[in-house]
Every structure is written in structure tokens, then in C-alpha cells.
Nanobody, 125 residues
Framework: QVQLVESGGGLVQPGGSLRLSCAAS????????IGWFRQAPGKEREGVSC????????YYANSVKGRISISRDNAKNTVYLQMNSLKPEDTAVYYC??????????????????WGQGTQVTVSS
């Protein structure tokens, strides 16, 4: 059974950092592109970042570029999203998702067939 489980969310002050984890089971991460998305109340789901280990493709949305870093540990079948210099507007539920594609990644939610349950990130003083 394909499953993605996010963890690492929480409450952090502006300027703080969090590392989100996306642990996969039931399939091997290195055959999929993995994306991170977020959705704030009343807003559409936004593609934040994605990675494809097969060709090294990485994407960051302009809204987070320079503040976040995506990485993967194939031995642990886990993808990480390191978020630094967090802002209140980063507050959202963060989801990881898997897209079965051999090369590249595209941060479009409709392309991803497998989703985790989400983890809440709240940036507030």
C-alpha cells in the first residue's frame, strides 16, 4: 500500500526554522518525483518545491526561493523540506505528494497521484 506520512510541522516564531519530513512506504521514492505543497485557509493549494532524484531536477517557488531547501535520503525513503527565515505568510498545511515520472518535476498538484495527510506549520509570534 502506497503511503506518505509528513511530520515536523509546528509553531515557530518569525525568522525561525523547521524541517519537514515525508516518509514513504509501499514504493521506492527514487522512482518518483516528490513535491511539497501548502494550503492556507481560504487559498488554493500552492506548489512549494519538488525534486526528482533520477535527473537531479529541483524546483522552488519564487515565494520561498532562497529560504527553503529540498533533499532526499533514499536509504530512508524520506524527503525533507528545510525551511528557514519563516514568515507569517508561510503558515499553512504542508503536504508531500508523489508523481511517477522518470525525469523532471513539476509542482502542479493535479499531476500527483499520491498524497500525505499534511502537517500544520504556523509562523507566529
Amino acid at each position: 500500500q502506497v503511503q506518505l506520512v509528513e511530520s515536523g510541522g509546528g509553531l515557530v516564531q518569525p525568522g525561525g526554522s523547521l524541517r519537514l519530513s515525508c516518509a514513504a512506504s509501499g514504493f521506492t521514492l527514487n522512482t518518483y518525483a516528490i513535491g511539497w505543497f501548502r494550503q492556507a485557509p481560504g487559498k488554493e493549494r500552492e506548489g512549494v518545491s519538488c525534486i526528482n532524484n533520477n535527473d537531479g531536477s529541483i524546483y522552488y517557488a519564487n515565494s520561498v526561493k532562497g529560504r527553503i531547501s529540498i533533499s532526499r535520503d533514499n536509504a530512508k525513503n524520506t524527503v525533507y523540506l528545510q525551511m528557514n527565515s519563516l514568515k507569517p505568510e508561510d503558515t499553512a498545511v504542508y503536504y508531500c505528494a508523489a508523481d511517477e515520472r522518470p525525469r523532471g518535476c513539476v509542482a502542479r498538484a493535479d499531476l500527483y497521484g499520491y498524497w500525505g495527510q499534511g502537517t500544520q506549520v504556523t509562523v507566529s509570534s
